[in-house]
Structure formats: C-alpha cells, structure tokens
C-alpha cells in the first residue's frame, strides 16, 4: 500500500517539475513584456524632458497657462 502511495506521489512530482520546465521555457509573453520596457522608458524620458524644460526655460508655465486661458475663455481658470 505505501509503495502505490509513493509510486503515485512520484508521478506527481514527475508531472509538476514537467509542468514547471515548461512554462518556465515558454516564450509567449515575451514580447509583450519588451513592449512594456520600451513604452516604460519612453514615458519617463518625456516626464524627464518636461521637468528639464519646465526648469531651464524660466516663464515656460506661465506661457502655457495663459495659452490655456485663452484658449479656453474660461473666465475663473487661474493657475
């Protein structure tokens, strides 16, 4: 009886590590997750070129909160 109990726990081990070897060998989400890396990396250069321009160019908001203002005709906008 206990060696049908360790015949059927090593079929199983067998077929987990199975299992594990080949969803660790699947290549079906790796383009996807390259994808996420470059828009990733393109999202944080331009949050970095805005800093960077915001902070070089003096009046640069102000500018564009009176280009918003204007646009919009929104009496009560304000920045």
């Not at 390259?34 to 960077?52: C, H, P, R």
Request: with cysteine.
């Amino acid at each position: 009886m206990i060696q049908v109990i360790a015949l059927f726990m090593t079929q199983a081990l067998d077929q987990a590590a199975g299992q594990i070897r080949s969803f660790l060998q699947r290549e079906d989400g790796q383009d996807a997750f390259e994808y996420m890396l470059i828009v990733g990396g393109v999202s944080v250069t331009v949050v970095a070129a805005v800093v960077l321009l915001a902070t070089q160019v003096p009046g640069i908001t102000s500018m564009t909160c009176a280009a918003i203002a204007g646009i919009t005709a929104y009496a009560s906008f304000s920045c």
